[in-house]
């Protein structure tokens, strides 16, 4: 058995995610102005680790345009590198031993070239967990990590920012609305954590994907919750 000092090693946790766990402001127009992110102590991160105190590590490992297992179209090989699959192995040995991930993605697996169907939209978050189940040199000894996996919210019309929305099309925003069902099925299977985060906020009317700071806070009062229940099933004292 791992015995713990968390004054000395705090419990990590590896929020591990897109844009939305990044913390990406929407926009109402388009711009050649890189994505601005949302402040310390407003993105649903920071709000976690502000809840939960220093005895937790919280680490943001958020990108913009992240898939889970499928490579979009982009220039000079650049796909590549947003493949979930291919460097959640990476993230998960540079912050060893993770005790717990979060895993949010699969809003931009919604995109026109990738097109999953209802019976594929939760395959990338599957192979994500059996990635995790398999690189046990991350894990705390012999103990695998606590997984909770977050149902992303639907997408909507953008009002704003719709040349972003046309991405994603009517194809997507369907099936985003299955999201919660898909990934709780998943959760269920692969005996993981489960919250899903459609079920409390939606996306910004700007750009019908990115959370306002309003959703980011309520977000992070939803999974600070969640890790607090899970937290006390594996009786980890943190005060």
């Known amino acids: 058995m791992n015995v713990r000092n968390y004054d000395k090693e705090p ?9 939305n766990t990044w913390g990406c402001i929407p926009m109402w127009e388009e711009s050649t102005e890189p994505s601005r992110r949302y402040a310390w ?3 649903w991160t920071s709000i976690l680790q502000e809840n939960l105190g220093p005895r937790v590590r919280v680490i943001e490992e958020g990108l ?21 699959e291919s460097f959640l192995p990476v993230c998960l040995l540079t912050n060893r ?33 059996h990635v995790i189940d398999e690189e046990k040199k991350a894990w705390n000894g012999d103990k695998r990590p606590r ?28 099936l985003s609305l299955m999201f919660g069902e898909v990934y709780r099925q998943v959760a269920l299977d692969e005996q993981v954590d489960f919250l899903d985060a459609g079920a409390y906020i939606g996306p910004s009317e700007a750009d019908g994907i990115h959370l ?3 959703a ?19 009786q980890v004292n943190l005060k």
């Open 64 to 84: 913009g345009g992240r898939t889970t297992i499928h490579e979009l179209p982009k220039p000079n090989g650049e796909g590549r590198l947003k493949v979930a």
């Open 147 to 174: 997984i909770l996996l977050i149902a992303p919210p639907r997408l909507e019309k953008a009002k704003g920012r719709t040349e972003l929305w046309r991405n994603f099309g009517e194809n997507g925003l369907q």
């Open 212 to 214: 306002t700071a309003e």
């Open 97 to 129: 031993p993770v005790d717990m991930v979060i895993l949010m993605l699969g809003t931009n697996d919604l995109h026109i070239p990738i097109c999953p169907t209802k019976e594929t939209l939760g395959e990338g978050v599957r192979e994500l967990i």
């Open 216 to 234: 980011h806070f309520i977000l992070g009062k939803e999974i600070t919750e969640k890790v607090e229940e899970i937290l006390c099933n594996e």
């Open 41 to 43: 102590g407003t993105r």
């Open 11 to 19: 419990y990590s946790i590896l929020c591990f995610g897109d844009s």
